[in-house]
């Protein structure tokens, strides 16, 4: 899988997610990550990228044309390394390109898998008022958001996204199967877990953890994360109980 964040702050993309797992597995090629800056296109001396909005109204907004350089040079390398990589008929067409928006879908554990199904994923990070409503029309494929609050950029959504599209892909957790028995892989808060010491401030591991028989080890995390979830998330309990 390989990412390419357009930003007008790709030091603080790169910062966020260059150690732990994410670097981890960048370092062993599971993955890619460019940020990719918007300023670096923008075609007058003073690398100006924003503008007035037409109409009147606060603050300044990204324009079209940086944004749609930008993203010409990472499709360029995109189908560069895929014809090098023998798929002579790839002309790029079908590479998603994700802008970050408060007025996009909200994103989820589900969009996470559809997206790590993907070789490429472009994101585009808006700042400032917004971006040129036409060179979004051009470009963009889905319009996604981290949740129903205002941002200051698109910067930590994208952050988020690549996080949790990246612990999908097989190799980056140590373990295959931890990312599917947590939260929400089959709709249900993770259930309570323990380590060691055995009794910590007076409180006792669940004695059942201790008993080494599997089958009710079993059960009785599935019951824990059906009350977990009923008390928690309860429109997330109704969903489970209703399918
Ligand atoms: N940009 C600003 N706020 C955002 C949000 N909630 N989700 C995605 N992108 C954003």
């Given at each position: 899988?390989?990412?390419h ?9 790169m ?38 909005t037409?109409g ?6 990204m ?11 990472i ?9 090098a ?18 007025q996009?879908r ?38 996604v ?19 949790a ?20 892989s ?5 259930y309570?877990?323990?380590?060691r ?26 019951e ?13 309990y ?6």
């Open positions: 899988m390989n990412f964040v357009m930003t007008l702050f790709p030091d603080m993309v910062a966020g997610l260059s150690d732990s797992i994410i670097g981890r597995a960048v370092s062993k090629g599971l993955l890619s990550i460019e940020a990719v800056n918007i300023r670096d296109f923008a075609n007058n001396r003073h690398n100006k990228v924003d503008d007035y037409y009147g109204g606060a603050g300044m907004l324009q079209a044309e940086p944004v749609y350089l930008c993203w010409q040079d499709m360029d390398r995109i189908r560069q390394r895929r014809n990589d023998g798929k002579q008929s790839d002309d790029g067409n079908g590479v998603r390109v994700v802008y970050m928006t408060p996009g909200v994103f989820d554990q589900a969009m996470a898998r559809e997206l790590s199904r993907e070789e490429d994923l472009i994101l585009l990070c808006g700042h400032y008022e917004g971006v040129d409503e036409r060179v979004l029309s051009e470009i963009v494929t889905d319009n958001s981290v949740g129903d609050y205002v941002l200051t950029g698109g910067e930590i959504p994208a952050m988020i996204v690549v996080d599209v990246s612990r999908l892909i097989p190799q980056v957790l140590h373990n295959d199967t931890s990312s599917e028995l947590e939260s929400f089959d709709g249900l808060l993770e309570p877990q323990y380590s010491p055995e009794i910590w401030h007076d409180m006792r591991v669940p004695e059942v953890l201790l008993s080494g028989d599997h089958a009710k080890v079993d059960r009785w995390r599935h824990q994360s059906l009350e977990r979830t009923r008390q928690r998330r309860p429109d997330l109704e969903k489970y109980m209703a399918r």
